[in-house]
């Protein structure tokens, strides 16, 4: 089978020799958690009864998370743990011979340090190579390193995804932008890590940010709240904010109730709960002007947000808004934070007439303006339905954390081309 381009991005190749006094499934789900894209069981001192238990263990962790798992070398073992491929070296089981064994449907990788072995593995029915050691590597001390020039033409003479190894960490991945590759594979610099998760969101936001880059971005289209402008908390604690108006304090987590219904609904029932002698529209106007005065006089850019626009600007990248939030709310924000400069142009779901949930008409309408295609126009979003609406209309997509959405992390971070801690992060893709 021809592999997801993308399935390569962060590949992690487990060593027990880091394991400590971890459990290498334990250490497995670390960095699954961390923004993983496939993950190669290697063990070549284990007996085959016990390979095949830790391969049925991690293959298990490895389908939880939706991950592509890959046994090293060991036929065998692939067959009998159900994995979804191998990866195979110059001196294993040639490429056809283990297509022959595994299955039309199965993955197969080769490890190639030179233009012929790439093309011999690619006409041998390889999905995908795997080349180096691109900054040397302590994992195989008879690896030397291979140059950028070398690693380049092999990503260049073969229409398979290549992916650099050997000696790959978060600080050199910078050095492999322009060589055509799929991808880097990791060893040392995500187990060795003592806090795994973490090492593996920065490589992966590294590796991620060089893929876009090579995209050549032509717009790009920012959700307001959660991205932006941190007003998320304004939205979380706007009950509490306006009963306090009324002089009612109460340790009820009203805002759960409230948010999910519409502004009317919501006020509806503050209404019925609470001793408030006003009209269901007194509430909602009330409310809306409550939140008005956060916009004009309180809710802070996002950190990073200002200094983004600004590199995006002088990229000659066009950028909008397209947000869920009324205009009157997104003008004063822009205008007082000062980024409104930075701004093209601003859309928003009521003008529209349609959210993001139901369809990708905001985002439309700013690209449009933009000139733009879907193919090289970047939409940052926080939430998991704007992801999913913006991904299936084929638009590019930048994922961006923020607390109000903390549960949907883990589903975003799989979609996304690229995922973001904070805007601070974002480095290589002008």
């Given at each position: 089978?021809?592999?997801e381009?993308?399935?390569?991005r962060?590949?992690?190749?487990?060593?027990?020799?880091?394991t400590?006094?971890?459990?290498?499934?334990?250490?497995?789900e670390?960095?699954?958690?961390?923004?993983?894209?496939?993950?190669?069981l290697?063990?070549?001192?284990?007996?085959?009864?016990?390979?095949?238990?830790?391969a049925?263990?991690v293959?298990?962790?490895?389908?939880?998370?939706?991950?592509?798992?890959?046994i090293?070398?060991?036929v065998?073992?692939?067959?009998?743990?159900?994995?979804?491929g191998v990866?195979?070296?110059?001196?294993?089981?040639k490429?056809?011979?283990?297509?022959?064994?595994?299955?039309a449907?199965k993955?197969?990788?080769?490890?190639?340090?030179?233009?012929?072995?790439?093309?011999?593995?690619?006409?041998?029915?390889?999905?995908?190579l795997?080349?180096?050691a691109?900054?040397?590597t302590?994992?195989?001390?008879d690896?030397?390193?291979?140059?950028?020039?070398?690693?380049?033409a092999?990503?260049?003479?073969?229409?398979?995804?290549?992916v650099?190894?050997?000696?790959?960490a978060?600080?050199?991945i910078?050095?492999?932008?322009?060589?055509?590759?799929?991808?880097?594979?990791?060893?040392?610099?995500?187990?060795?890590s003592?806090?795994?998760?973490?090492?593996?969101?920065?490589?992966?936001?590294?590796?991620d940010?060089?893929?876009?880059?090579?995209k050549?971005?032509?717009g790009?289209?920012?959700?307001?709240?959660?991205?932006?402008?941190d007003?998320?908390?304004v939205?979380e604690?706007?009950?509490?904010?306006?009963?306090?108006?009324?002089g009612?304090?109460?340790?009820?987590?009203?805002?759960?109730f409230v948010?999910?219904?519409?502004m009317?609904?919501?006020a509806?029932?503050l209404?019925?709960?609470?001793?408030l002698?006003k009209?269901?529209?007194?509430?909602?106007?009330?409310?809306v002007a409550?939140?008005l005065?956060?916009?004009?006089?309180?809710?802070?850019?996002?950190?990073?947000?200002a200094?983004?626009l600004?590199a995006?600007?002088?990229?000659?990248?066009?950028?909008?808004?397209?947000?869920?939030?009324?205009?009157?709310?997104v003008?004063?924000?822009?205008?007082?934070?000062?980024?409104?400069?930075?701004?093209d142009g601003?859309?928003?779901?009521?003008?529209?007439g349609?959210?993001k949930?139901e369809?990708?008409?905001?985002?439309?309408?700013?690209?449009?303006?933009m000139?733009?295609?879907?193919?090289?126009s970047l939409?940052f979003?926080?939430?998991?339905?704007?992801i999913?609406t913006?991904k299936?209309?084929?638009?590019?997509t930048?994922?961006?954390?923020?607390p109000s959405?903390?549960?949907e992390?883990?589903?975003?971070?799989g979609?996304?081309?690229?995922?973001?801690?904070?805007l601070?992060d974002?480095?290589?893709?002008?």
């Amino acid at each position: 089978m021809a592999i997801e381009r993308d399935r390569l991005r962060l590949y992690a190749v487990t060593d027990r020799s880091w394991t400590r006094e971890r459990p290498l499934c334990e250490q497995v789900e670390q960095a699954l958690r961390g923004g993983v894209t496939m993950v190669q069981l290697r063990e070549k001192n284990l007996a085959q009864e016990e390979f095949l238990r830790e391969a049925n263990e991690v293959g298990a962790l490895c389908r939880r998370f939706g991950v592509p798992f890959l046994i090293n070398d060991n036929v065998e073992v692939a067959l009998a743990c159900g994995a979804d491929g191998v990866h195979l070296g110059q001196t294993d089981r040639k490429p056809e011979q283990a297509r022959r064994l595994l299955g039309a449907d199965k993955i197969i990788g080769v490890s190639a340090r030179t233009v012929e072995q790439a093309l011999a593995a690619q006409e041998q029915g390889a999905d995908y190579l795997g080349s180096g050691a691109v900054f040397g590597t302590a994992t195989k001390e008879d690896a030397k390193p291979l140059s950028f020039e070398d690693f380049s033409a092999i990503c260049h003479a073969v229409s398979i995804p290549v992916v650099a190894i050997g000696g790959v960490a978060q600080d050199n991945i910078p050095q492999l932008a322009g060589s055509g590759m799929a991808g880097v594979a990791v060893i040392r610099a995500l187990f060795a890590s003592r806090d795994i998760t973490a090492a593996a969101e920065r490589m992966r936001c590294e590796v991620d940010q060089l893929m876009l880059a090579e995209k050549k971005l032509q717009g790009a289209i920012f959700d307001m709240d959660g991205v932006l402008l941190d007003s998320m908390p304004v939205w979380e604690t706007i009950t509490g904010r306006y009963l306090a108006t009324q002089g009612i304090f109460t340790e009820t987590d009203c805002n759960a109730f409230v948010a999910t219904k519409t502004m009317t609904g919501g006020a509806e029932y503050l209404r019925t709960h609470f001793p408030l002698e006003k009209t269901t529209e007194q509430i909602v106007n009330e409310i809306v002007a409550l939140i008005l005065k956060a916009y004009q006089e309180e809710i802070p850019a996002k950190p990073g947000a200002a200094e983004l626009l600004q590199a995006l600007q002088k990229a000659g990248v066009k950028v909008t808004v397209a947000t869920a939030s009324a205009r009157e709310l997104v003008t004063p924000a822009f205008e007082r934070t000062g980024l409104s400069k930075y701004i093209d142009g601003v859309f928003t779901c009521p003008e529209v007439g349609i959210g993001k949930e139901e369809s990708p008409a905001v985002y439309d309408r700013a690209r449009e303006f933009m000139g733009t295609d879907r193919a090289h126009s970047l939409v940052f979003e926080d939430s998991l339905h704007g992801i999913r609406t913006a991904k299936k209309a084929g638009y590019l997509t930048a994922g961006i954390h923020d607390p109000s959405s903390e549960k949907e992390q883990d589903a975003i971070r799989g979609l996304v081309d690229l995922y973001l801690e904070s805007l601070e992060d974002a480095r290589y893709i002008v």
